[in-house]
C-alpha cells in the first residue's frame, strides 16, 4: 500500500504564517508612498513593534489557550523590539545602517521566523504539566 501522504497543514494556520512573513515586505513598500503620510509610518511602526515578536511566538500547532494567547500578545512587542534592537546595532557596527535595510533585515528575519514552530509559551506549558499531573488521593 504506498499512499502519498502529505501532512496537513490547517488553513488558518497557513494564512497566518503567510500574512506574518509578508507583514515585513508589505511595511517595506509603503515607504514608497509620500512622507508623512499615515499610511506610510503607520504599517512600519506596527511592524517593527510586533511583526518579529508575533513571528516567533504565533505559528505553533494547535490552539492555544486564553492565557497561552494573552501571553503572547503580551510578549510579542517587547521581543518584537528587542529584535528590532539587535537589527539596528548590527546594522550600525557593520556601518550600513539605513531605514531600508534596517526593515529588509527585519523584513527577512520575520520571514524566517514565521516558517519556523514558535517560542514555547510558559502559559501553554503549565496547562499541559498541570493537566498530566497524577490526582492526589485522599482518604
Known amino acids: 500500500m504506498s499512499e502519498n501522504r ?5 488553513t488558518r494556520r497557513a494564512l497566518t504564517r503567510a500574512a506574518l512573513a509578508l507583514s515585513g515586505w508589505a511595511a517595506l513598500a509603503a515607504t514608497a508612498l509620500p512622507a508623512g503620510s499615515p499610511l ?3 504599517p ?12 516567533l511566538l504565533c505559528p505553533r500547532p494547535g490552539l492555544l489557550r ?3 494567547r494573552l501571553e503572547a500578545v503580551a510578549l510579542a512587542a517587547p521581543l518584537g523590539l528587542s529584535v528590532a534592537v539587535i537589527a539596528a546595532t548590527a546594522l550600525f ?3 550600513g545602517f539605513s531605514g531600508t535595510a534596517f526593515l529588509v533585515t527585519l523584513a527577512a528575519v520575520t520571514t ?8 514555547p509559551l510558559p502559559a501553554a506549558r503549565g496547562a ?3 493537566s498530566r499531573a497524577t490526582p492526589v488521593r485522599r482518604g
Open 6 to 10: 502529505q501532512p496537513t497543514f490547517p
Open 40 to 42: 506610510r509610518w503607520a
Open 44 to 55: 512600519v511602526l506596527l511592524f517593527v513593534c510586533f511583526g518579529p515578536g508575533f513571528a
Open 66 to 68: 486564553p492565557g497561552a
Open 93 to 95: 557596527l557593520v556601518e
Open 112 to 119: 524566517l521566523a514565521s516558517a519556523l514552530p514558535g517560542l
Open 128 to 130: 499541559v504539566a498541570r
